[in-house]
């Protein structure tokens, strides 16, 4: 399976590039990471993508590492359709103190437009 | 999570302290009082094992033993105020304010057991729980609520929270008590 994750620099998409990543090493699916410029994060691009290889090269996996410029959701959901990705895979959302899921921006747009299925990681 | 959030100027209120005594509209003897771990744990505990997951709101209350315990551990520590709705010896409402940054502002979170919902247990249970916030110096508190959930937004509006946030998918509200 043709993967495309996405990763803004929110606690949840490091949560689910680790997550991804460890499931990349048991199945071999084909793996590409995309750096977004994510509004809610003051990540800096450079520094997110440090951080992915480091989690690719710990698991042994390789994959791509692309960034994409301009609004991360329609970026991203142009990109799988474009390249014929099977599947988006992006963090599922930030808990409040009460623990209540609040869903990202990114994951919201995504959800709600892609005509690729979509993996929110828990 | 509340330092971009914007609450009202003026503080509504007052809010009655715990404990409080309503005859729902059921014609049913209820008083909210504060949470008290030793008296109240096993029956908040069944309270959430008996609720409906069709009223869940963003993923709580958790469902399964194990997860309820663990989410009631994190929302019953210290620094948070919970009260309880009581009918005869269950447990029947509860609502929980949360601390979150800055100092001074909480999350707030209510929930009341299907057969007593739509009775007024839950203005009763909220107005007494931001009574006893008052008093514990919390000043300003927020929620979500499902966008399409008219009857919650209703309850919370008529209490004097203010919609601070409705451009994703949940509806976010803001009170301020002092």
Known sequence: MKLLLGIGGSDDSIRALERAVDRVAETGDDLTVAILRNPASEADPADIEEQARAVLDDAGVSAPVRHLEGDPGSELVELAEREGFDRIVLGGGETSPMGKIKLGGIAEFVLLNSHVSVTLVR | ?178
């Open chain 2, 1 to 178: 999570m509340s330092g971009d959030k914007v609450f009202p100027d003026e503080p509504a209120g007052p809010f009655p302290a715990p404990p409080t005594t309503i005859e729902d509209r059921e014609g049913r003897p209820i008083t909210v009082r504060r949470y008290d771990e030793a008296l109240d744990r096993d029956a908040l505990e069944a309270m959430y094992a008996a609720f409906d997951p069709a009223d869940r709101a963003q993923g709580i209350p958790p469902t399964g033993e194990r997860r309820i315990a663990d989410w009631l551990d994190s929302i019953t520590g210290p620094e948070t105020v919970n009260v309880v709705a009581n009918h005869g010896d269950g447990v029947v409402g509860h609502a929980t304010l949360v601390p979150d940054e800055p100092e001074g502002t909480a999350e707030l979170a209510i929930f009341v057991l299907q057969e007593y919902q739509g009775a007024g247990i839950g203005t009763c249970l909220i107005e007494t729980l931001l009574g006893a916030g008052r008093e514990a110096g919390i000043e300003r508190v927020w929620l979500t609520v499902e966008r399409w959930n008219d009857p919650a937004i209703s309850l919370y509006e008529k209490v004097g929270f203010v919609a601070s946030d409705t451009e994703s998918f949940e509806h976010e509200m803001a009170i301020r008590l002092a």
